[in-house]
């Protein structure tokens, strides 16, 4: 039987001789894509922030300190926007993994595993992660 260890931040889990393993089905990579997300079937506004440490199956995200804080298992629709901010959004559907409350206790760093991506879109997704050009610009940046 495996001891199952598990560690949010890095997805690793420990065998019977202490050895760390990625569970990971999808390498991370460092990409960030503008993201925009609510719960889903809610007509609140949507929440801002960008993607870190992503893959094509989830990524992680900070968010503000909110009245509200999303939770674990939680489904919230997202659009997503890369450097093509002209284009069509993605737009998908995801469940928030994991939470964390930052050290700091200004906001949150949550998990969200991607549930739903129409098929057009994926490939959208899919090009954003493969390209190295993929950094869209925050404001103020130039």
């Known amino acids: 039987m495996q001891k199952r260890k598990t560690d949010a931040n890095t997805a690793h889990q420990e065998d019977k001789l202490g050895l760390k393993k ?83 206790k200004q906001g949150f760093e949550l998990g969200v595993m991607l549930t739903y991506i129409r098929k057009e879109d994926r490939e959208k997704f899919m090009k954003y992660l493969n390209n190295a050009e993929t950094e869209p610009k925050l404001k103020g940046e130039k």
């Open 22 to 104: 990625e569970r990971r089905k999808y390498p991370r990579l460092n990409r960030h894509l503008l993201l925009g997300f609510r719960p889903l079937d809610s007509l609140a506004h949507y929440q801002q922030s960008v993607t870190e440490n992503i893959s094509y199956g989830g990524f992680k995200v900070d968010i503000p300190f909110t009245y509200a804080p999303p939770q674990v298992n939680q489904v919230i629709e997202m659009v997503i926007r890369g450097p093509e901010e002209h284009l069509r959004p993605i737009k998908a559907i995801g469940r928030i993994a994991w939470l964390h409350e930052k050290e700091n």
